[in-house]
């Protein structure tokens, strides 16, 4: 029981890294659309890096994750093999029940709630992305001289013409 609960100890410690850095990401995610909002380029072009960065420690914190799952495979803990987090999860439900506070389950569902607000922040800074292209495509046009006329068709779309 004593090994079981040192491997417990590493998932929790891995997960805590993960609601961290996926902390981070969100806040990034936030900066970019401030930083969009600004029309700041130079602060965007410096997030980059920083993201880039915390993926990148993601990405190593999976691996350890993966390399962690592997080991508790190869352990008498484990009937059949881990392949997802959910077992990985409820494989120390009897550490948690035992410890009084579910630690793990609490951490995980941190981290799903962080990866949604990531995503939805995500989408938020792709729409006013879209946006932007189009009016800069409707400048661009404009400076041309070529006159943009949207209008809708009987199936709700947008529709645009050129003349």
Same mark, same amino acid.
């Given at each position: 029981?004593?090994?079981?609960? #040192?491997?417990?100890?590493?998932? @929790?410690?891995?997960?805590?890294?993960?609601?961290? #850095?996926?902390?981070?990401?969100?806040?990034?995610?936030?900066?970019?659309?401030?930083?969009? #909002?600004?029309?700041?380029?130079? +602060?965007? !072009?410096?997030?980059?890096?920083?993201? !880039?960065?915390?993926?990148?420690?993601?990405?190593?914190?999976?691996?350890?994750?993966?390399?962690?799952?592997?080991?508790?495979?190869?352990?008498?803990?484990?009937?059949?093999?881990?392949?997802?987090?959910?077992?990985?999860?409820?494989?120390?439900? !009897?550490?948690?029940?035992?410890?009084?506070?579910?630690?793990?389950?609490?951490?995980?569902?941190? #981290?799903?709630?962080?990866?949604?607000?990531?995503?939805?922040?995500? +989408?938020?800074?792709? @729409?006013?992305?879209?946006?932007?292209?189009?009016?800069?495509?409707?400048? +661009?046009?404009?400076?041309?001289?070529? +006159?943009?006329?949207?209008?809708?068709?009987?199936?709700?779309?947008?529709?645009?013409?050129?003349?």
């Amino acid at each position: 029981m004593e090994e079981k609960k #040192l491997y417990y100890q590493q998932v @929790v410690t891995i997960w805590e890294g993960f609601c961290t #850095l996926h902390s981070q990401l969100f806040d990034i995610a936030c900066d970019e659309y401030l930083a969009l #909002l600004a029309s700041d380029i130079d +602060k965007l !072009e410096d997030l980059l890096p920083v993201k !880039e960065e915390i993926i990148s420690k993601i990405g190593e914190l999976d691996s350890e994750r993966n390399e962690l799952i592997e080991k508790l495979n190869n352990t008498q803990f484990v009937s059949s093999p881990l392949n997802k987090a959910s077992e990985l999860l409820l494989l120390f439900d !009897e550490i948690e029940a035992q410890n009084g506070i579910p630690a793990l389950k609490n951490l995980n569902q941190l #981290l799903i709630d962080i990866i949604e607000k990531i995503q939805l922040q995500n +989408k938020k800074n792709q @729409v006013f992305l879209n946006k932007a292209m189009i009016s800069l495509r409707d400048l +661009k046009r404009g400076f041309k001289g070529q +006159k943009v006329y949207s209008t809708y068709g009987a199936d709700g779309l947008t529709k645009t013409l050129n003349r």
